[in-house]
T-cell receptor
Framework: QKEVEQNSGPLSVPEGAIASLNCTYS??????FFWYRQYSGKSPELIMF????GDKEDGRFTAQLNKASQYVSLLIRDSQPSDSATYLC??????????????FGTGTQLKVEL | EPEVTQTPSHQVTQMGQEVILRCVPI?????FYWYRQILGQKVEFLVS????????KSEIFDDQFSVERPDGSNFTLKIRSTKLEDSAMYFC??????????FGNGTRLTVT
């Protein structure tokens, strides 16, 4: 089982619709969860992070976490063409030696169509 | 806003040559990372560095790879003898604790 799994897409939504991006993870010891957006040829940029079960909203974005189901999602309301990108789910856990390791999923490609 | 800086932005090298990729993490961050992304593929963890030593490394990070933090500001990734399959975008990242990673803009390594 992959550590972090995402549907690669592409996920196509019309402009103004809600885009729903999903992610599952295998390590129950995972502590924090991140969504990054990556445009082609660019570095990942942080959209949101969530630590506790439930929902966390920031503008048009809502992250949802369910640790019992090992599931994290990202909702994008009022999707815009500029939201078209690859969305990376990343999961953090502590490692021996005191550090932390962030593991990425393969990413879901989102296309927002006019 | 402070940012992670990486140099060079693009490095072309011949197979078998050594390359050093350079990064300046954000100054008050404690954890440092290298990731790579082969074109069209996922962002892959290479190594994490904390308290002046490697805290974890992936299977990719074999004896050809090494990292250093030589002077308290720079964080380097060395590949001793590059192979064609090392061609990728290499991202440096840092974080203050368990919070989000801050990524640099990446170095595109092309091995010919």
């Amino acid at each position: 089982q992959k550590e972090v799994e995402q549907n690669s897409g592409p996920l196509s939504v019309p402009e103004g619709a809600i885009a729903s991006l999903n992610c599952t993870y295998s390590d129950r010891g995972s502590q924090s969860f991140f969504w990054y957006r990556q445009y082609s040829g660019k570095s990942p940029e942080l959209i949101m992070f969530i630590y506790s079960n439930g929902d966390k909203e920031d503008g048009r974005f809502t992250a949802q976490l369910n640790k019992a189901s090992q599931y994290v999602s990202l909702l994008i309301r009022d999707s815009q063409p500029s939201d078209s990108a690859t969305y990376l789910c990343a999961v953090n856990r502590r490692v021996t030696g005191g550090g932390n390791k962030l593991t990425f999923g393969t990413g879901t490609q989102l296309k927002v169509e006019l | 806003e402070p940012e992670v800086t990486q140099t060079p932005s693009h490095q072309v090298t011949q197979m078998g040559q050594e390359v050093i990729l350079r990064c300046v993490p954000i100054s008050n961050h404690l954890y440092f990372y290298w990731y790579r992304q082969i074109l069209g593929q996922k962002v892959e963890f290479l190594v994490s560095f904390y308290n002046n030593e490697i805290s974890e490394k992936s299977e990719i990070f074999d004896d050809q790879f090494s990292v250093e933090r030589p002077d308290g500001s720079n964080f380097t990734l060395k590949i001793r003898s590059t192979k064609l399959e090392d061609s990728a975008m290499y991202f440096c990242a840092s974080r203050p604790g368990q919070g989000p990673l801050h990524f640099g803009n990446g170095t595109r390594l092309t091995v010919t």
